[in-house]
Each structure stands twice: as structure tokens, then as C-alpha cells.
């Protein structure tokens, strides 16, 4: 054996003692604990869904809805069962589906109470008290009449129409909705943009009792109307069980019973029958005829008949007088 021979026997010995070293260090090492990979924390959102099927029309209760954490946020969906108690669906809601601002009834429809109409009006800065009307507020409507082309005093009345309506909106202004935020004053010298003026109101939403559009479309269309503004705290309004009834456009059927001639008085009813302009307006002369016969010329009851009247035809002018 030559001399490289035995030099490579020792390097490969040594190597071989190395490499046994080296794995008896790697084989007495404890194992090495996992690390969990962080794939991220799943994210989740409180939503709320119905407990059971939500029909459409009715309003929603806590019973109906509760709250459960999903892995997606839908759009719109409501966060708290407050939040939605109250709102009216649409459409039917499945169990187990979110409830979402875009299945509900909005506008100004929710804004109404049972029984109620929202009608709108013509509006300017005289009718709607020189623009100080804002959503929210209560109204008196009253109306001028004035019967005729010529100027006659016992043709021109006023009175009180409806009393202590709900003012929905006016002008673009809609109850219910945010005012737009105070801006702190600024320290910056420069000045601020100039605000955009509030365009003038040209309509008025009124949240009218069914039983009287008829008669606020026909003071709208034959008189002029005026809102007259109101304390909220004020609930006064007038007592029609001291004044008669005024005639309706369609009589009522022959043979009804009891329960329906009671019928006949719903709101509802009364609007289908209609109203006459004959209802809203009276003979300013007549009235006061018949309290001078009643009353006689120094104030104490007579029985003295009221005045003869006859009807003057003076070309297309009719008038009435009395001797």
C-alpha cells in the first residue's frame, strides 16, 4: 500500500467519525415544537335575521328578528334588533335571512299614521308663512272663496278648513331627515365658501286625514289656501258635532242594514262618497237674514219671518236681494 493510498484510508475514517458525531448530536436533540402557521382571524359581523318567514306589510317586532354573528356583512343589513323593530317589509323574508334597509318600506308612506294620506299642496312664501313652515310642523289649512268674476262682499268667505295637520315636507325638506352638521368656526383668514341659498318652497306634503282630501282638493282648486302655523302642544281643534254635515257626491243604497248605515260614517266611506263645494261654502246673506228674524232688531227673540228675498238677473251677474 503506497503512501496515498493510506492518506485517503485516513481522511475517509476521520470523516466517518465526524458524520457518527454529528448524528448522534442531531439524534439527541429534543424534537422542535410546531409553530402554527397564522392564516388570519376570521372575521364576523352581528347581523339580524328572521326567526321565521315575514310577511310583507306588517310591521316587524322583536319576536320576529334576533341577532347572530355571520362571516359576511351584507350590504345594508342591520346590526341591532332596535334598529329594525318597527320596519315594514316589502316582500316576504325567509327564516334565516338577513334583514336588509333595502327590503324595507321607506319615504314618506312610513311617515304616516293609520288612516292618514300624504297630499300635496301648493305653496309660497305667503301660504307658508313667509317660508318659516319646516317638516314636523302643524298646520291649520284655511281657505278663501270668492264666488263669482265681480267683487261682492257677501260672496267672498273664509274659514277654517282642516285643523292641525302634519307637515311631511316642504319645499325638499322631508321630516325625519339629518340636517346637514354646524361647521365649527375656523381660524384660518380665509374665507369660508359662500353657502348655496335655500331655493324658495313651491309644494307642502300634509299628512291629511282620508275622510277630508276631498275637501282640501276642492278648497285647492276652487278657493286659496293658507297655512296658518301652530304650537305643537296645542291640541284644540274644532267640534263638527256642532255643525252639519256636509252633502257627499254619491247616496247612499237603498235597504242597508243597521250595521252597514254605521259603515257609511268610516273614513274611508266618506272619502269614496265624495264632497261637494256646496259643502264648504254657505250664504253669508241668508245666515244673517235668518238671525235678524230670530233675534229682532233690538237683540231679543221674535218670531218675525225672515225677510222676503228675490233673484236679480242682470245680464250673466245673478244676484240676490232682499225687501
Same mark, same amino acid.
Given at each position: ?13 476521520? #470523516?466517518a467519525?465526524?458524520?457518527? &458525531? ?13 409553530? #402554527? ?5 376570521v ?12 310577511l ?12 347572530? /354573528? ?9 346590526? !341591532? /334588533? ?6 315594514? @317589509?316589502?316582500? &316576504? &323574508?325567509? #327564516? ?18 293609520e288612516?292618514?294620506?300624504?297630499? +300635496?299642496?301648493?305653496?309660497d312664501? /305667503?301660504?307658508?308663512?313667509s317660508?318659516?313652515?319646516? %317638516? ?10 270668492k ?13 277654517l ?13 322631508v ?10 368656526a ?5 374665507? +369660508? %365658501?359662500?353657502?348655496p ?11 291629511? @286625514? ?8 276642492? #278648497? !285647492? ?10 304650537? @305643537? ?18 247616496? !247612499? ?13 268610516? %273614513? ?24 235678524v228674524?230670530?233675534?229682532? /232688531? ?7 219671518? @225672515? !225677510? ?16
Open positions: 500500500m503506497n503512501n496515498l493510498t493510506k492518506v485517503i484510508a485516513v481522511v475517509l475514517v476521520i #470523516a467519525i465526524v458524520l457518527a &458525531i454529528l448524528a448522534w448530536w442531531m439524534g439527541s436533540r429534543p424534537a422542535p415544537v410546531p409553530v #402554527a402557521v397564522n392564516k388570519g382571524a372575521a364576523s359581523y352581528p347581523v339580524v335575521v328572521a326567526v321565521h318567514d315575514l310583507p306589510n306588517k310591521p316587524v317586532v322583536a319576536e320576529d328578528v334576533h341577532l347572530v /354573528v355571520l362571516p359576511i356583512n351584507p350590504a345594508g343589513a342591520y346590526t !341591532a /334588533v332596535s334598529a329594525v323593530v318597527g320596519k315594514v @317589509p316589502m316582500a &316576504i &323574508i325567509g #327564516a334565516g335571512t338577513p334583514l336588509t334597509e333595502a327590503g324595507m318600506a321607506s319615504g314618506l308612506a312610513i311617515k304616516l299614521l288612516g292618514e294620506r300624504a297630499v +300635496a299642496i301648493r305653496v312664501d /305667503v301660504i307658508g308663512v317660508n318659516q313652515v319646516h %317638516p314636523g310642523d302643524y298646520v291649520d289649512v284655511f281657505f278663501t272663496l264666488q263669482g268674476q265681480d267683487v261682492d262682499i257677501d260672496k267672498s268667505q273664509a274659514r278648513l282642516l285643523s292641525r295637520l302634519h307637515v311631511l315636507s316642504y319645499g325638499s325638506d321630516v325625519g331627515a339629518s340636517s346637514a352638521a354646524v361647521v365649527p375656523s381660524h384660518n383668514p380665509m374665507p +369660508a %365658501p359662500q353657502q341659498q335655500p331655493q324658495p318652497a313651491h309644494a307642502a306634503v300634509l299628512a291629511t @286625514p282620508v275622510g277630508d282630501v276631498n275637501q282640501l282638493l276642492l #278648497a !285647492a282648486q276652487n278657493g286659496k289656501l293658507m297655512l296658518v302655523l301652530r304650537n @305643537p302642544t296645542d291640541e284644540k281643534i274644532p267640534d263638527l258635532a256642532l255643525f252639519p254635515t256636509p252633502p257627499v257626491v254619491l247616496n !247612499a243604497k237603498a235597504g242597508l242594514t243597521k250595521d252597514q248605515k254605521e259603515a257609511l260614517v268610516t %273614513p274611508d266611506n266618506l272619502a269614496f262618497a265624495g264632497a261637494k263645494l256646496s259643502g264648504l261654502v254657505g250664504d253669508s246673506k241668508a245666515r244673517r237674514v235668518t238671525e228674524g230670530k233675534r229682532g /232688531v233690538g237683540g231679543g227673540q221674535t218670531d218675525a219671518k @225672515p !225677510a222676503p228675498r228675490i233673484e236679480v238677473i242682470r245680464g250673466v251677474k245673478r244676484e240676490t236681494e232682499t225687501f
